[in-house]
């Protein structure tokens, strides 16, 4: 099973409302990592949560963590057609080096 | 800078053939991940290296793979002989390793496909 799995596999959205996602993971971690890919992209790195931080905003985006029930969330405020996407979590876990270990991906899709 | 290169963006070949993959890092960084993303399987990582050297290859599939780097900035993911399940994105990231709170870089991956 995954380290780290996002919940829900797929969001749709109307444009101006927000979205949320959750990514649970099972072991301890240094640092929790939310990336963004574009269909046919690469993923781009968004935000980054260190294991003694509970809440972290970046712009749109606002996530916590939880490391008592080993999850995490990400809200994007007022959304956007342009954040149509697939949005991964991904941790770094201590003793493993610097390598990260990703979830599965939630799509998300913001209708005009 | 140029982010993150990757070479060929788009590669077909026939089963049987040899396939190399190129990528080169970002200036200055000295880690380098290979992923490998399919609908199927997701993103899987195959192997990275910290300064030039290898350091988990445990997500290499089979020996038909191998990834080397030549230099500081520059690497190559080979596969010999390729399978139709090869078939795939591959993207190389790179990153500054510095010991903790390691953000990545991806770059716009090589969509593989095996006839």
């Known amino acids: 099973s995954q380290q780290g799995e996002e919940d829900p596999q797929a969001l749709s959205i109307q444009e101006g409302e927000n979205a949320t996602m959750n990514c649970s993971y099972k072991?301890?971690?240094?640092?929790l990592q939310w990336y963004r890919q574009n269909s046919g992209r690469g993923l781009v790195h968004l935000i980054l949560?260190?294991?003694?931080?509970r809440e972290k905003h970046s712009g749109r985006l606002r996530v916590t963590l939880d490391t008592s029930k080993k999850s995490s969330s990400l809200l994007i405020t007022a959304s956007r057609a342009a954040d149509t996407a697939s949005y991964f979590c991904a941790t770094e876990i201590p003793a493993a080096g610097n390598k990260l270990t990703f979830g599965g991906g939630t799509r998300v899709l913001v209708k005009p | 800078d140029a982010g993150v290169i990757q070479s060929p963006r788009h590669e077909v070949t026939e089963m049987g053939q040899e396939v190399t993959l190129r990528c080169k890092l970002i200036?200055?960084?000295?880690?380098l991940f290979w992923y490998r993303q399919t609908m199927m399987r997701g993103l899987e990582l195959l192997i990275y290296f910290n300064n030039n050297v290898p350091i988990d290859d445990s997500g290499m599939p089979e020996d038909r793979f191998s990834a080397k780097m030549p230099n500081a900035s520059f690497s190559t993911l080979k596969i010999q002989p390729s399978e139709p399940r090869d078939s795939a994105v591959y993207f190389c990231?790179?990153?500054?390793?510095?010991?903790?709170?390691?953000?990545?870089?991806f770059g716009p991956g090589t969509r593989l496909t095996v006839l």
């Open positions: 200036s200055g960084h000295n880690s």
């Open positions: 949560i260190r294991s003694n931080e």
């Open positions: 990231a790179s990153s500054s390793f510095r010991g903790q709170y390691n953000e990545q870089f």
């Open positions: 072991t301890s971690i240094n640092n």
